[in-house]
């Protein structure tokens, strides 16, 4: 079946008008088949009547010739007297006056007096009397020698009866052809007897064969019309004596005329059906032609908005299509329009309507041809903080304001976009210089009105100079190149950081050691080292300082100052803190039960610094293994302290009542005062090594050392000098009144096994340096 709109319709309509055309014709031709039947039956009917008719003609012809017979004068006396010779001669003439076939002439006894027929029997006339008395028909038919006869017999009378005259007409061929040239039907008369048939016929030879053969299928009732018999004819019977079915007329009605018509009819009328056919066929085809040429026009239209094009509209289509047509197009921009909305969120930040990150990227890539300028990351400091004091809406309201300023401030950015939270990307190309950014980020951080209040924010800005060269498969390393400038920023309390060529190798190794270190705390990869100090007035070792080793297992050793930097950023330090503490005291505790006191010093750090709990927590533990107070000290540089003096004051003030001793690290290298050490509860400053290394050599370090080291004894304080090399620089110390020397004079930090030996044999051998 096709498949097209367009063929559908053309064989819908052609089988329909088949269908109407079909039943048209089965209805016209039946009953054309049926009125011509009728035609044919009522033919055979009026046939019937006028053979009838003629027969009862010739029977009344038969007996006015015979009462003109019985009533002559002379044949009376002829046959009173007997005279045979008159009697023939008048029989004879009088047969020949009406064409009779057949006369004869009985006594009235029955006795045969005269006869044209040959042979006739008793029986046959007996047969006759039969007839004459038991006449009920209009005409009798009398079988003698297997032929028909229309017999009439009539008494002559003198007056009293003297004898039975009869005459008749032979029922041949010659009757047959007269009765067709009447009726114009064919007739057959067919006698039967017990031995033969005969019959005699207008129809041709093998036609009457066939009547002959089909006699069983004639019904001898007059109405009825029999099909077929012979075939190509409607007959109908018309039995000729009253007794018997011996003697038959059969009346043809030859339906070849009708069947030709009929015939022609049917050709006609199939004809005509082809022409129709032909004709709805165009009719068809032009006509869905036309409707389905809109349905295409439609069809083609949507295939267009399908694609994604804007077709023109259709012209000329009916008004539903139309109605369709506009639908589709509507339907298209609405898609259209939606597409739009989404490629924008998912190109812009929803709260800003700055570009996101991706969209960033994107167009990152297609500017990053010309290969000048700065990418800048803005990021505001403290946000989270700010969140919380003001709250989400109103933080919100402050990066909208801060994103609509972004884009009014000059120079103007190529490109602006949020990436996350508080974090910004802007792209200036050719560039930004130091002062233009500076004055950028004066005028960025003017107040914002929220809610009536002034808002005034920080920012930190990681910055990349593009000039050194990135293309447009870079992008990523370029936002982390910018990212790490910002992470530097971050953790160097810088408002600007540039990124610098190798920086990123660093920042991927710090991320890896952030990542690694609680790993490495949990896998043993940490060990603590022990670096003895010693008391140069009395040659006597009394404790140690311990510090923390990391052996990496890809990195290898990684200097202690860079991972506790990098812990303290990342808010890792108290588990370092931890680790260390709890090691410590357990060694402590451990070399307590080999009966060897010491004081070990530990490193906290300035967030350690600021937990009040600390103090309590470490003499908890001192005393749960059995410690004295003494057997821990703790160190903090100066910077530790400074970052939040007031609190850690306080908690070193705990340290200090509990009885725990308190060192200054690495004094001198920082930028606080000696005013400080005035307020801090300290036992102990340890000046950094710095300045102790060269003492021997370096004279400007000779009389900073000395300066200090009398400034410190000046306000109680035990010194202890770090990184001493070489016995003159014990020397110079001792002489200096410095109290107590670590260095690698005495003996690098060891483990805890090598220390002890190392302390024992020190203490024993006691031999002054
Ligand atoms: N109001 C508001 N806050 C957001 C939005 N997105 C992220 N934040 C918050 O912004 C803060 C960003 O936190 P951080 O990246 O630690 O920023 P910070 O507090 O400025 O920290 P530093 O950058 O180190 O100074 C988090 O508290 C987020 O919940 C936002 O759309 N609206």
């Known amino acids: 079946m096709p498949n097209s709109f367009r063929s559908r319709l053309i064989i819908a309509f052609l089988l329909i008008l ?28 009026i046939g019937s009547n006028v053979f009838v008719e003629m027969l009862s003609n010739r029977n009344k012809q038969l007996n006015q010739s015979l ?7 002379g ?20 047969g020949r006056r009406i064409n009779a076939d057949a006369a004869i002439l009985l006594s009235p006894q029955g006795t045969l007096l005269s006869s044209s027929l040959q042979g006739l029997t008793k029986a046959n006339i007996d047969e006759l009397f039969a007839l004459t008395k038991n006449r009920s028909t209009t005409f009798e038919i009398f079988n003698y020698d297997h032929s028909s006869y229309q017999f009439v017999l009539q008494p002559v009378k003198a007056p009293t009866l003297i004898a039975w005259v009869g005459m008749g007409f032979a029922m041949d061929k010659n009757v047959a052809d007269q009765a067709k040239t009447i009726t114009g039907i064919d007739i057959s008369f067919i006698n039967q007897s017990a031995d033969r048939v005969e019959i005699v016929s207008t129809l041709p030879t093998a036609q009457q064969q066939d009547v002959l053969a089909q006699m069983d299928q004639l019904d001898q009732t007059i109405d009825v019309v029999s099909d077929d018999v012979p075939l190509g004819y409607l007959s109908t019977t018309i039995a000729l004596d009253n007794n018997s079915d011996n003697q038959l007329a059969v009346l043809h009605q030859s339906n070849i005329k009708w069947q030709q018509n009929y015939d022609a009819l049917r050709n006609n009328m199939l004809l005509v059906f082809a022409i129709t056919c032909l004709l709805a066929f165009m009719i068809a085809a032009w006509f869905a032609g036309g409707l389905t040429k809109p349905i295409y026009g439609l069809v083609n239209f949507a295939r267009k908005v399908g694609q994604g094009e804007n077709p023109p509209p259709i012209k000329g289509a009916p008004a539903e299509l139309q109605v369709l047509a506009n639908t589709l197009s509507i339907m ?16 812009h930040d929803n709260l800003t309507g700055l570009y996101n990150r991706v969209a960033a990227k994107q167009l990152l890539s297609q500017l990053l041809s010309k290969m000048h300028g700065n990418l800048v990351m803005i990021d505001i400091k403290n946000f989270r903080h700010l969140n919380n004091i003001i709250g989400f809406a109103n933080a919100d309201d402050l990066l909208v304001l801060f994103a609509s300023r972004l884009e009014s401030l000059s120079p103007t950015a190529q490109l602006i976009s949020r990436l996350d939270g508080d974090s910004f990307l802007l792209l200036f190309q050719p560039g930004i210089d130091d002062q233009q950014l500076d004055n950028y980020l004066r005028l960025l951080t ?12 920080n920012v930190r800005v990681g910055m990349v100079d593009l000039s050194r060269g990135y293309d447009s498969n870079d ?12 992470n530097q920023a971050r953790m160097e309390s810088l408002s600007i950081a540039t990124y610098q060529q190798g920086e990123d190798e660093r920042y991927l190794r710090e991320l890896m050691i952030i990542r690694d270190l609680p790993i490495a705390l949990s896998q043993a990869q940490l060990h603590l080292v022990f670096q ?3 008391d140069i007035q009395t040659n006597h070792c009394h404790g140690a300082e311990t510090l923390i ?29 931890e680790w260390v503490l709890n090691t410590t005291i357990k060694q402590l505790a451990k070399w307590q039960q080999q009966g060897i006191s010491l004081t070990v010093a530990i490193n906290l750090s300035a967030h350690d610094l600021t937990n009040p709990q600390l103090p309590l927590d470490i003499e908890q533990l001192l005393i749960s293994n059995n410690l004295p107070i003494t057997a821990l000290s703790i160190e903090v540089t100066e910077g530790a302290v400074m970052k939040d003096a007031q609190t850690v004051i306080a908690v070193l003030q705990q340290f200090r009542n509990i009885g725990i001793s308190i060192a200054i690290d690495d004094f001198g290298t920082g930028h606080s005062s000696l005013a400080y050490l005035k307020l801090l509860p300290v036992n102990e400053v340890k000046i950094d090594r710095s300045f102790i290394k060269d003492i021997h050599t370096d004279a400007t370090d000779l009389m900073i050392v000395d300066t200090s080291i009398r400034l410190i004894k000046g306000l109680n304080l035990s010194v202890v000098a770090e990184g001493v090399e070489s016995a003159e620089g014990i020397d110079i110390l001792r002489k200096l009144n410095c109290d107590i020397i670590q260095g690698y004079v005495y003996s690098k930090p060891l483990k805890a096994d090598d220390f002890i030996v190392w302390f024992q044999q020190f203490n024993q051998s006691n031999v002054p340096f």
């Open 18 to 45: 088949t269908l109407m055309q079909l039943t048209t014709a089965l209805f016209v031709l039946s009953a054309t088949q049926r009125d011509f039947r009728q035609q044919q039956t009522q033919n055979l009917k």
């Open 67 to 73: 009462s003109l017979l019985s009533a002559d004068f």
């Open 75 to 94: 044949f009376k006396r002829a046959v009173a007297t007997g005279e045979q010779d008159t009697i023939s001669s008048v029989l004879a003439n009088h």
């Open 332 to 347: 298209r921009e609405n898609i259209e329009s939606r597409k739009n909305d989404l490629v924008y969120q998912s190109q």
């Open 446 to 457: 003017q107040p914002f009105a929220i809610q009536g209040s002034k808002i005034t924010v």
């Open 475 to 486: 992008i990523d390393t370029l936002i982390r190149h910018a990212e790490i400038a910002l």
């Open 532 to 534: 003895p100090k010693v």
């Open 549 to 577: 080793r990391w052996l990496h297992p890809e990195l290898g050793f990684i200097p202690p100052d860079e991972f506790i930097r990098l812990a303290e950023n990342s808010g890792n330090i108290s588990i370092i803190s």
